[in-house]
């Protein structure tokens, strides 16, 4: 069974200042990557994902992540964070090829400090 | 853009009580799920649908639970008897060919 971890429970940057939030993956073949962000009270809304190709992906809001095979991880990254990056992030991990569960990591609590 | 939508957005009830979320997943998605969060923890796997079944459920989804998809729109949780500790937020979602799940906005119960 595929599992996540997010080693760190909570960060503290300062406003544009660089962020890079861990992300290590326990998955047989090749997964399925996926970084979501919380806003307090609010859903999930999916930031990036990768499924196979170029190991470094973009997504939305200046964020990117990369995927190391060699150390089952998806760090996800941002050159610059601003105050409404302040959130809770999960790292998560799906079954290739299936349309499967997928597999949230606990989380990293973001505060962004001015 | 297309969303998954659900209702209610808060509800509170007394322990024992049966509680129905309801949701509306993406009209051409397949595949349907619910997920929960309890407060401060992380996003747990509930149940998956497809094709008017289950098709895979972990074990907090005990017999007090139950998911129908009653209609061709909405997809249904019941907790049947409910406890405190099914205090949380409840998440649909659905899933595209992209495989890529896309997520309702959440349903917060609160068991007194």
């Known amino acids: 069974a595929q599992s996540v971890t997010q080693p760190d429970i909570h960060i503290t940057v300062s406003e544009g200042a660089s962020l890079e939030l861990r992300c290590n993956y326990s998955y047989g073949a090749t997964p399925y990557l996926f970084w979501y962000v919380q806003s307090p009270g609010q859903g999930l809304q999916l930031l990036l994902k990768y499924f196979s190709g170029d190991t470094l992906v973009q997504g939305i809001k200046g964020f990117e992540a990369e995927f190391k095979r060699s150390q089952s991880s998806f760090n996800l990254r941002k050159p610059s964070v601003h105050w409404s990056d302040a959130a809770e992030y999960f790292c998560?991990?799906?079954?290739?090829?299936?349309?499967?569960?997928?597999?949230f990591g606990t989380g990293t609590k973001l505060q962004v400090i001015p | 853009e297309p969303e998954v939508t659900q209702t209610p957005s808060h509800q509170v009830t007394q322990m024992g009580q049966e509680v129905i979320l309801r949701c509306v997943p993406i009209?051409?998605?397949?595949?349907f799920y619910w997920y929960r969060q309890i407060l401060g923890q992380k996003v747990e796997f509930l149940v998956s649908?497809?094709?008017?079944?289950?098709?895979?459920k972990s074990e907090i989804f005990d017999d007090q639970f139950s998911v129908e998809r009653p209609d061709g729109s909405n997809f249904t949780l019941k907790i049947r008897s409910t406890k405190l500790e099914d205090s949380a937020m409840y998440f649909c979602a659905s899933i595209s060919g992209a495989n890529v799940l896309t997520f309702g906005a959440g349903s917060r119960l609160t068991v007194l």
């Open positions: 998560a991990v799906g079954v290739s090829g299936g349309y499967q569960k997928v597999t």
């Open positions: 009209s051409n998605h397949l595949y």
């Open positions: 649908f497809y094709n008017n079944e289950i098709s895979e």
